[in-house]
């Protein structure tokens, strides 16, 4: 499977535990994004990435959560002292800028995140 | 502010039944429009877009939709909806790069056979 693809598919922690979740994005793509989607909402923007540069990061965004993209492939999002409120399906998606981008974003299958 | 509404929370049909179901947005500059699908247990994916030309458009599985300026709307259209159409369906503008996509709160679509 050549898709975006997202580890663990489930996570369930204790509240005040830090949690990492991993994206691989399609290779050939040079953006990565972040969503969080909660029941009866649609996906939530948390961030965003161009290669290996952050340059776009919600402002609804706590400082718990930090993303990273160091070699501009894969992708980590962290969760530092989580809280209830966290509870969500954590979507990864990519797309490529060439051709200017089109915004036709390819999404993961999500990790869903239970704060005890 | 940018913004997106689904004017439908929750639509049940019957299959061969049509669908319409509404959209209606906020949104600075030139505007690229999308409607994901979900379906049961899936990941999001595209069922079709529009960028520019032909205000109506064509995606996968005979959906369409139709752009209209001036109402600020991108309604999502099928003539004739089956059970496999049983899904979430979203609504999502965003800015021409693509790097800025805001969903709506997304249409669950349930189908009867």
């Known amino acids: 499977d050549t898709g975006v693809s997202q580890d663990p598919r489930h996570k369930i922690t204790k509240r005040g535990q830090n949690v990492t979740f991993r994206c691989d994005p399609i290779?050939?793509?040079?953006?990565l994004y972040w969503y969080r989607q909660t029941l009866g909402q649609g996906p939530e923007f948390l961030t965003y990435?161009?290669?290996?540069?952050?340059?776009?990061k919600s402002r609804l965004l706590s400082d718990r959560f930090s993303a990273e993209r160091p070699k501009g492939s894969f992708s980590t999002l962290e969760i530092q002292r989580t809280e209830q409120g966290d509870s969500a399906m954590y979507l990864c998606?990519?797309?490529?800028?060439?051709?200017?981008?089109?915004?036709?974003?390819?999404f993961g299958e999500g990790s869903r995140l239970t704060v005890l | 502010a940018q913004s997106v509404s689904q004017h439908n929370h929750h639509v049940i049909l019957s299959e061969a039944a049509s669908l319409e179901l509404g959209c209606n947005y906020s949104?600075?500059?030139?505007?690229?429009l999308f409607w994901y699908v979900q379906y049961p247990g899936q990941h999001l994916q595209l069922l079709l877009k529009?960028?520019?030309?032909?205000?109506l458009v064509k995606g996968i599985k005979g959906f369409e939709a139709e752009f209209i300026k001036s109402k600020f709307s991108f309604n999502l259209r099928k003539p004739s909806v089956q059970w496999s159409d049983t899904a979430e369906y979203f609504c999502?503008?965003?800015?021409?790069?693509?790097?800025?996509?805001?969903f709506g709160k997304g249409t669950t679509l349930s189908v009867s056979s």
């Open positions: 999502a503008p965003s800015n021409q790069a693509g790097t800025a996509l805001i």
């Open positions: 949104y600075g500059g030139t505007v690229n």
């Open positions: 529009y960028f520019s030309g032909d205000p």
């Open positions: 998606a990519s797309s490529s800028s060439r051709g200017g981008g089109t915004g036709e974003l390819f």
């Open positions: 290779s050939e793509h040079n953006r």
């Open positions: 990435f161009q290669n290996e540069a952050q340059l776009e």
